[in-house]
């Protein structure tokens, strides 16, 4: 099967410590992920004043703030540590991913870092002019679909298109569902865009889970399928790559007991390391689609199969009757399946008892 690709979700797990943001970078490489993502934002430009704190953001940060902004300031990045960051994913071999929350830092991931592809949470989805600007930049994508339906994800693909095609008409809803619908959008979404199923809880109840949502989006848009995992432990993520995952992101921290809205549902290094691990037997376990037999059964085929041989001695000339023709191992000689053909023809020769017929 493709190899699966691991995202490491450092997120805001470095509680603005860009020491530890260099950290969870050095964790996710030795973890043996493929990527290691932030998150790119400024807080004034993600959140007003008045935007109140998800209940899991009160319920995991020890502490206290007033608000979603406060919690906010307290973990941004600035952008003048982001090149540090991706200077240590070039020295320790890992791709550097970040996902933006605003049109300010998508600008600065796109066009200052110059990233290749970026990685959009599920908050993002209905957020329009934050898509168009990534589509427009021929940028590929991981997009989150967390709290979606599938008409607020096909809106979504619609925007995307749109950027894609690079058109010169106005952008508005029914130019994107003109855009979804176009042939060569089509094959653009295709190459260049992932969708992620997700549910937006931290930790996420098992009972909500829902995998079979992501073979849904795989049959619904014809795009290739990952999850991002919220769940505790790494088992749901296994089982989302048994069923056909191209791409897990989960969640780590460096220490699940730090303050933060984050850390309490995320794994820790030697815990990431051991659901990569997983991931990388589940593939050779998944193996290929076709049914032959394995490289490693072909020298225990003469073993376990049988044969066609001789209940007792037969003479040569002697017909071939139930009487004296049985079915045993090892299977050197002729297959039990030509048994009724063999019924009524003549033995060419002598065969001792328990002889293999040839």
Not at 8 to 20: T, Y
Request: charged share 20%.
């Amino acid at each position: 099967m493709t190899r699966v690709t691991v995202i490491a979700e450092a997120g805001v797990n470095h509680n603005g410590d860009l020491q530890r943001a260099l950290a969870l970078v050095d964790a996710a490489a030795q973890a043996g992920a493929d990527a290691v993502k932030f998150q790119t934002f400024v807080p004034e430009a993600l959140a007003s004043r008045h935007a109140a704190q998800a209940e899991y953001q009160v319920r995991n940060d020890t502490t206290a703030h007033d608000s979603q902004l406060a919690m906010l300031q307290q973990l941004a990045l600035p952008f003048a540590d982001h090149p540090a960051l991706l200077a240590r994913c070039e020295e320790r071999g890992i791709t550097f991913l970040s996902s933006p929350f605003d049109t300010q830092s998508a600008h600065f991931l796109l066009e200052e870092l110059k990233l290749p592809r970026l990685k959009l949470g599920s908050g993002e989805l209905t957020n329009g002019p934050l898509l168009l600007q990534i589509a427009q930049a021929q940028r590929p994508m991981i997009l989150s679909t967390g709290m979606a339906t599938l008409a607020e994800i096909r809106e979504a693909l619609g925007v995307i298109a749109f950027g894609f095609l690079q058109t010169d008409d106005p952008p508005c809803r029914d130019a994107f569902a003109a855009a979804f619908e176009d042939t060569q959008a089509q094959s653009l979404l295709r190459e260049r865009v992932t969708l992620l199923h997700c549910t937006t809880e931290y930790p996420c109840p098992l009972n909500q889970v829902n995998l079979r949502a992501m073979d849904t989006l795989r049959d619904t848009f014809g795009l290739g399928v990952g999850y991002s995992d919220h769940t505790e432990g790494s088992h749901v993520a296994l089982v989302a790559v048994a069923r056909g995952a191209q791409v897990i992101e989960k969640h780590f921290t460096l220490d699940r007991s730090l303050p933060g809205p984050d850390h309490q549902a995320s794994l820790e290094p030697a815990e990431l390391q051991g659901m990569i691990e997983g991931i990388r037997a589940l593939e050779m376990v998944l193996g290929s689609a076709d049914k032959q037999p394995a490289p490693a059964e072909i020298a225990n085929m003469s073993v376990a199969r049988k044969s066609l041989v001789a209940a007792r001695p037969i003479a040569a000339g002697e017909t071939f009757s139930a009487d004296n023709l049985s079915v045993k191992r090892p299977g050197t000689g002729r297959s039990p399946m030509d048994y009724w053909a063999l019924l009524g023809q003549t033995a060419r020769r002598d065969y001792d008892a328990d002889e293999v017929i040839e």
